[in-house]
Structures are given as structure tokens and as C-alpha cells.
């Protein structure tokens, strides 16, 4: 299995530029979902879905757009690239049980630096 | 609304000692709480759960407390190694769909 699995790893954008990140996971979980990381300031949900053709709006989802046409499939779209979106973007996967909770399992990120 | 401490300082302790870390959180207790990893460049992975009615797990090297009295979880690290080096994130999960993630802290393991 290769888990979860985002691309690309790096990008740089200029200001007003669109662009997907793209992230597929091959565990079958019904949850998936995109934070982001900044100094100081923990993981925030962007957009998150609890399957395919469902998706709502995390804490942070002004600028990015998402898509689950597919279980295995969860893109995110930035609209018009700002400074402000610079930053580490997490995909994740996810499964609830009652005995595990909602346990969450993490691509290995992309950073994206907007000038 | 719900927040999540954790001590932004790094932790820096001597190979073979406990490291001890804390996780607290204000108004409801969650019915999980979780522990992550997070190595330098790389995302978070899942360590440990404990569960709202759970006083203790225990995982090998690691251990987890949570007090719901106190409003903490303390994560342990017996005999702790060069390689436990890392940022360890602690999540509160409600039940639904969302985590709620705090910020992490840094811990440093040296010979």
C-alpha cells in the first residue's frame, strides 16, 4: 500500500496563478481531507469529505476548492494564488471505529511558496 | 470555542531519561485523544489513542494518560532515544468529523 500519496512536493506560484494539488489514497477510507501547516499555528482544516460526491468546509477554506468524484481521489484547487496561502499542505486519509476513533493518516506534504 | 495547549518550547532531555509531555484543553473532554509524530519535512503519523473512559495505554516505549479532571493527556517516552527526536502533535477528536490539532512540541533527545 502506498498510503497517501500527494503531488507535487514543491511549487512556486505567482500571485494570481491557479493550481491543484493532487492526492489519491489507495486504503479505502471514506474520510479524506487537506490541512494546512504554519509556524505557530498547529494543522487547520481547509476542506474535508466523508466520501465520494460530499464535501464541506473546514476552519480555514477561503481560496481553495475541493472535488471527491472518487473514493480514492481528493484534489485541492487554489483559485487565484495569494502570499497569504504560502505554506505546508497535508492530504489525509481516515477511518472511525468506535474503538479508534477518527485515526488519521497523513501524505508527506507540499510545500507551496506564493510571490 | 475549544483550544489545545501544548508547550511551544522545545524539551531537551538525555538519552535513556522519560520524556514527559502535555497536551491540555479547555471546556468538553473529547471522547479521543491522540498523538501524532512529525519528523522534519514530513507529515504527521498516528502513535497512540486513549480514549475518554481510558486512564492509561501503554505502547512499547510510549505511554499516554488522560485526565479529564485536570483537562490533560501527558504522553511518555521511557528510556528515550536519539531517534525519539521529532515534533509530537496532540489531537482532540469529538466524534465528528473534524480533529482539532494543537501545535506541538519539540523534542530533542541528545547522547
Known sequence: NAGVTQTPKFQVLKTGQSMTLQCAQDMNHEYMSWYRQDPGMGLRLIHYSVGAGITDQGEVPNGYNVSRSTTEDFPLRLLSAAPSQTSVYFCASSYRTPSSGNTIYFGEGSWLTVV | ???????????????????????????????????????????????????????????????????????????????????????YLCALDYGTDKLIFGTGTRLQVFP
Do not use: M
Open chain 2, 1 to 87: 470555542s475549544q483550544k489545545i495547549e501544548q508547550n511551544s518550547e522545545a524539551l531537551n532531555i538525555q538519552e535513556g531519561k522519560t520524556a514527559t509531555l502535555t497536551c491540555n484543553y479547555t471546556n468538553y473532554s473529547p471522547a479521543y485523544l491522540q498523538w501524532y509524530r512529525q519528523d522534519p519535512g514530513r507529515g504527521p503519523v498516528f502513535l497512540l489513542l486513549i480514549r475518554e473512559n481510558e486512564k492509561e495505554k501503554r505502547k512499547e516505549r510510549l505511554k499516554v494518560t488522560f485526565d479529564t479532571t485536570l483537562k490533560q493527556s501527558l504522553f511518555h517516552i521511557t528510556a528515550s532515544q536519539p531517534a525519539d527526536s521529532a515534533t
